[in-house]
């Protein structure tokens, strides 16, 4: 096993600056290869501000769009009047669910959710119509001219409530309840501890919003250029919905400006499409920032009880919980966040007895589904804080007491599958640990350091610094026995110069995460080949890579481009073989040519492909997984990764205010196949724990989104973030291309827990709820 | 002067733009297109046109116009011109003088939006969260306003009369703020929920004033309109003793008491009422706290 530091600050000294070491031989030692962080393709471009995101596109004579939306919470719609909106000149269409061709719903897993609400609205901000114009401001202003007769309802907000009111929606409140049974549910422990805990609403909150162009096709088709994170599962969704075969609705990647699986719902595609269809012209719609916040799905909101059971020397006895998270109006990706939820409930430990019951609940809130640790987040905030009380009611160091639980290869979870991987819960859990405590600020330290920040509320005196610790695991890629499978074509030719090209074309949606990167680095590692090329993601010429989600792009759609170079490896290999007329079993491959084993003779692979090009379209399927039994039993997951994070904070306790000062982390990640990357996935994920634990929430009254904005919707900025000193726990994966897991997820997950149990440290106080609120702290909290 | 317009894509709706260079010019811009709107560094004002709460017609763009801006340094007095940038107040001269301004400066948003969002901006907006307010109120600040009648001045506290409501005509600019120069500390604290950027959940502003012997204070986000503290200021008036410029703990957690009581805060989506109260007790002491252990 090797390890890898890296350390990055925002502040001076010590903390500063970044010493990245990259990986000590490994993988291949090609400049820009696999272990080499090599730049980004489409860095500089976005480092300079000329990188198009997907509000950029623009065609000429475009119509722009329009989405009207539901101002209740819940209401039946009684009539819809267009008449004004349809007269205003420039208005080219106004379209209601009345227009939709197809189908009339969407959905992830079940089509429950209205393209356009037609009976009745279910949540703030649902769409009722869409308008095409020929400018924005029109369009905007034709929205407002369509009068909805709403006759209010009584709506449901409450998910414990919903699970016993009448039902909101045909398929019921109930969208899943997951019992999960494991060992014997009547064991019990000497030692006991119960807690109650809460999850706020969390936005994904990236930072380009929706956006799209519709163009309309001439075989009666239409091509959809969008920011999305699955273009062949939108196809599916939008070709239903309009009513047309899927090959002629065509999907095309524009740039995307972040995910974090806000983008995994269908938004306004359907919407974009019907108009473009309808008017005959391109249309483009871009949500602004308020809307944004209306278009898409959210991370569930959750409420957690624990009973936590042990042996007087530690050893978990039994773990029993019950999580209820809040799904809002439609289904979207519940099913399977609850599924999460429920599976790794416990925390990364053994947990020979356990009774987990889960359940994704309908209500009247903001749809939600998918975003960055899917599931996991929410239990991570309830089994660390039990870990913590577990400990204290031992009278054990918490982190001594992870450590004995913690799982190791071989372990079962509580579902009853065996861990047949790598689990370094241990070697991460003790990365974490050795890194130096930050030092504690001299008292004539700028303010600007302290809780509060720049409002220079505290002086030394008032700010507690606290330490906290939290440990996490979730799966890589789909489970439960979805056929998740990723698609790679590869072309090799000579390039006009002569010099060997290789063209990579994936539906992959690089969002962000790097995937483009490492797309060159796999095929200059596999095959020498240095110039390698990107062929824009559409449905048109390859296969589906499945959804950039879930922590699987590396794992799928790069295993699927190793394959692809391997089969073209193999006809490289043939082409040699019949010029050297031996069997191709004598070819090896010795970076940028081919050698014949017996006489040392060498052919270059410009040569080879001075033959005419190489091409093939190849799938990874992973290995299967299994759904759950009715006992919540089953080996429902392909793998899962692992991290530990323990956070230093500094606490103002009499107004409330936490600063989170450094994280420290360890995470299990395989193989660093781009340490840099890594590095930033790490990075960012934490400045989205953090933002969970300390501040960004999605407030509801009743239903309604109070602050739909970044003025209210509070993200962290560079004084909120703090100094991140990770190591990489290199363990390879088996089964997974070069050993690698997904590095996306486990930042996002424990780090927050960590904050908590560090202001909780600080303070004494039980703090139960994420985010913390500055009163939960000065007014609320209790003593634990 | 120089007049634009903008018109939409089908030209049916126009916007006019004066950017006049005088004061002068900017006035007749105003008497030309009633209804015409202020634009300063236009932090609300862009932010309330992409919401669609504001949706002007016309527009007279001050950023040109000399005389609102740089400041004056007098020896009794302090003259800041309406145009003056957050990041103007948070360095240099004026901000030696004027310490708690500068740091009430320093709180607004990122360095981008202080080198656009102006005094004048701040005080005319008159946003209960206003970052300068709780100072100037604290510090009796007159504001020079000037429109086709003619100049007048106005105290602050009552140019301001409710949530974003000012005495401000139509026909009327903020030319400038003047406020007393008095010899002693100061302090700004100011509570969010972030570390910057953010919108005030409660804060105060303490001025004290050694040759009065007087203490002043100034709460904001705490009421409609930047509010003064009077049984807070009398209290700290005779619980300081003034010759070593201290005060017990109990006298200080009283004057934070006494100020959160002047408060009519509200619960909303960034707050609770309470919380609002009792941040303000707490920072009220500590600005209080701070300026005396400053002072020695």
């Known amino acids: 096993m090797k390890g890898t530091v890296l350390r990055s600050g925002r502040g001076t000294g010590e903390q500063a600056g970044s010493g990245i070491a990259t990986l000590p031989g490994g993988l291949g030692t090609l400049p820009g290869g696999l272990g080499d962080s090599p730049d980004r393709p489409d860095g500089v471009q976005k480092v300079r501000g000329e990188f198009a995101f997907a509000s950029d596109l623009w065609m000429d004579a475009m119509l722009w769009g329009k989405t009207l939306r539901s101002p209740h919470v819940a209401a039946r719609v009684r009539a819809i009047d267009t008449s004004r909106a349809v007269a205003m000149p420039g208005v080219r269409a106004v379209l209601t669910a009345a227009d939709v061709p197809g189908r009339p719903t969407f959905g992830l897993e079940v089509p429950d959710q209205p393209v356009f609400a037609s009976d009745i609205v279910r949540y703030h901000g649902e769409p009722v119509a869409a308008v095409a114009a020929d400018h924005p401001e029109l369009a905007r202003r034709a929205a407002l001219a369509i009068e909805v007769d709403y006759e209010p309802m009584d709506a449901q907000c409450d998910p414990e409530a919903a699970l016993h009111a009448p039902p909101i929606h045909p398929d019921g409140n109930l969208f899943r309840h997951l019992v999960i049974r494991h060992g014997d549910p009547s064991a019990r422990g000497d030692v006991v501890v119960e807690g109650s805990y809460a999850v706020g609403m969390q936005d994904q909150a990236f930072l380009g919003p929706e956006a799209g162009l519709a163009v309309p096709g001439d075989d009666g088709g239409v091509d959809l250029y969008v920011a999305t994170q699955w273009l062949h599962v939108d196809r599916a969704q939008i070709a239903a919905s309009l009513g047309l075969p899927v090959e002629r609705v065509r999907l095309y990647l524009a740039g995307v400006g972040g995910a974090f699986g806000g983008r995994e719902d269908v938004s306004l595609q359907i919407h974009l499409c019907m108009l473009a269809l309808r008017t005959g012209r391109p249309v483009k719609m871009v949500y602004a920032r308020d809307e944004s916040f209306f278009g898409h799905v959210h991370r569930h909101p959750a409420r957690l009880w624990y009973r936590h059971h042990a042996s007087r020397s530690g050893e978990l006895v039994k773990v029993e919980a019950r999580v209820v998270v809040d799904g809002g109006a439609y289904l979207s990706s519940s099913n399977a966040v609850i599924s999460n939820a429920a599976c790794f409930a416990p925390g990364p430990y053994r947990v020979p007895n356990a009774l987990i019951d889960g359940y994704a609940v309908r209500t009247n809130n903001p749809p939600c589904g998918a975003m960055r640790g899917f599931g996991a987040v929410q239990v991570c905030f309830g089994h660390e804080a039990q870990m913590d009380k577990l400990a204290a009611a031992l009278g054990m160091d918490p982190i001594e007491l992870r450590r004995r639980n913690a799982l190791t290869r071989g372990d079962r979870l509580v579902t ?88 990579v074309t994936v539906a992959t949606a690089e969002v962000g995460q790097g995937f483009v990167t490492l797309a060159q680095q796999i095929v200059r590692d596999e095959l020498g080949v240095r110039r390698v090329v990107l062929a824009p993601a559409s449905t048109v010429d390859v296969g589906s890579a499945g959804s950039s989600s879930a922590s699987r792009q590396t794992w799928m759609s790069g295993g699927a481009l190793q394959l692809a170079c391997a089969v073209l490896r193999q006809e490289l290999f043939g082409r040699a073989a019949e010029l050297w007329e031996c069997g191709s079993s004598q070819c090896t491959s010795t970076g940028s040519s081919v050698r014949r084993g017996d006489t040392g003779e060498r052919l270059g692979i410009a040569e080879l492909l001075a033959r005419g090009p190489l091409e093939t379209e190849q799938e990874l399927h992973h290995r299967p997984t299994k759904a759950l039994d009715p006992d919540g039993q089953g080996d429902a997951h392909l793998s899962f990764m692992f991290a530990a994070h323990r956070a230093v904070v500094d606490v103002d306790a009499e107004l409330g205010l936490v600063r989170v000062v450094q994280m420290a982390t360890g995470q299990d990640v395989g193989k660093a196949l781009h340490p840099l990357q890594v590095q930033g996935q790490i990075e960012g994920g934490i400045a989205q724990g953090v933002g969970l634990a300390v501040m960004e929430e999605i407030v509801l009254t009743d239903g309604r989104v109070r602050n739909p904005s970044f003025t209210d919707y509070l993200l962290p900025t560079i004084l909120d973030m703090p100094d991140v000193v990770a190591s990489l726990v290199e363990e390879p994966e088996p089964g997974a291309p070069y050993g690698a897991k997904g590095v996306g997820e486990p930042p996002a997950i424990s780090s927050g827990p960590a904050v908590l149990a560090a202001v909780r440290a600080a303070t004494g106080l039980d703090l139960c709820r994420a985010p913390l609120r500055p009163e939960d702290i000065c007014l609320g909290g209790h003593p634990a | 002067m120089s007049t634009g317009s903008t018109h939409d894509a089908r030209g049916a709706q126009q916007l006019r733009v004066a950017r006049p260079a005088t004061l002068d010019d900017a006035l007749c811009a105003l008497r030309e297109m009633p209804g015409a709107q202020l634009l300063a560094g236009g932090t609300d004002f862009c932010v309330e046109v992409s919401f669609g709460s504001r949706r002007p017609t016309a527009v007279v763009a001050l950023r040109r116009v000399e005389e609102l801006r740089g400041h004056d340094i007098a020896d009794g007095h302090v003259r800041i011109g309406a145009g003056t940038t957050y990041a103007e107040m948070g360095r240099g001269a004026l901000a030696s003088t004027l310490p708690a301004l500068a740091a009430a400066a320093r709180t607004v948003g990122s360095p981008q939006i202080r080198n656009a969002g102006t005094l004048g901006g701040n005080v005319a907006t008159a946003s209960p969260a206003g970052d300068t307010l709780p100072l100037l109120v604290a510090l009796d600040a007159r504001v020079r306003v000037r429109g086709a009648a003619g100049e007048r001045v106005v105290a602050l506290e009552r140019f301001v009369t409710g949530v974003k409501r000012t005495v401000l005509a139509p026909d009327e600019v903020v030319v400038d703020v003047v406020v007393d120069r008095c010899r002693g500390p100061q302090e700004f604290l100011k509570v969010g929920t972030r570390n910057a950027m953010v919108i005030a959940i409660a804060s105060v502003a303490v001025v004290v004033d050694l040759d009065a012997r007087a203490v002043r204070v100034g709460l904001g986000s705490v009421a409609p309109v930047p509010r003064r503290c009077a049984s807070a200021e009398a209290h700290a008036g005779e619980a300081i003793d003034w010759g070593r410029l201290w005060a017990s703990e109990a006298a200080l957690a009283r004057f934070g008491e006494l100020a959160a009581e002047a408060c009519s805060p509200i619960t909303d989506h960034r707050s609770t009422a309470d919380y609002r109260s009792h941040a303000v007790a707490v920072i009220a002491r500590r600005a209080l706290e701070r300026c005396i252990r400053h002072a020695t």
């Open chain 1, 416 to 503: 009853g599958q065996v861990l047949t991987g790598a689990v370094p819960v241990r070697e991460v859990i003790d990365a974490a640990v050795a890194h130096p405590l930050p030092p504690v600020p001299a008292p004539d330290a700028p303010m600007l350091a302290r809780p509060g920040g720049a409002g220079a509320t505290a002086d030394a005196s008032h700010v507690r610094r606290g330490v906290g610790f939290a440990v996490s695991f979730k799966n890589i890629a789909y489970s439960e026995g979805f056929d998740d499978y990723s698609s790679a074509r590869l072309r090799l030719e000579a390039g006009l110069d002569g010099e060997p090209t290789a063209t």
